[in-house]
């Protein structure tokens, strides 16, 4: 079988996290600016080359302040670091797992995410798509995104694992 090139189809994919805020309930967020783009001879996508960017400036939790924080030195850093980037090192159909190296803030890490493999299929135009369900947890701190702040009572603001969940469209090239 020869290479075939993916891209992300946008209009039906998204990245989003969640994250503990007062330890009692979870913000979401996501990066609604991103690519991903995947090399396979394989049709259930075993040994892919996958990449992944999103653009930090993107963030969106639905706070406009929240989201200003984000972005400053305190977190991403988005003006000094502009892309969170993936790049897949290991992949298993079988195994439904990704394996990767992580970059935030040029701190590079490799991380395990969980795939559910949708298949591939033909839209109504003819398209070849392929979809996938990635989840994962991070510890942010990891990546040195290391703010943090107590209540008064001694609460913890914001808790230091971050759960990943996206689910990803690709359309064959």
Wanted: charged share 25%.
């Amino acid at each position: 079988m020869a290479t075939k090139t993916w891209v992300v189809d946008p209009i039906h994919s998204e990245i989003q996290f969640k994250i503990k805020h007062l330890m009692i309930t979870n913000v979401t967020g996501s990066f609604p600016i991103f690519t991903v783009t995947a090399s396979t001879e394989e049709e259930d996508f075993s040994n892919a080359a996958i990449h992944f960017t999103a653009d930090t400036a993107s963030i969106h939790t639905g706070n406009e302040q929240r989201d200003g924080h984000l972005k400053s030195a305190d977190f991403f850093a988005a003006e000094q670091y502009p892309q969170i980037k993936f790049a897949a090192t290991k992949y298993s159909a079988v195994e439904q797992e990704l394996e990767g190296d992580l970059t935030i803030k040029e701190v590079t890490k490799s991380v395990k995410l969980l795939v559910e493999f949708g298949g591939v299929v033909k839209d109504p135009y003819g398209n070849t798509k392929a979809g996938f369900t990635i989840t994962g947890k991070i510890n942010r701190k990891d990546f040195g995104l290391t703010w943090s702040a107590v209540t008064e009572a001694g609460g913890i603001v914001v808790s230091d694992e971050v759960r990943i969940n996206c689910e990803i469209q690709l359309v064959a090239q």
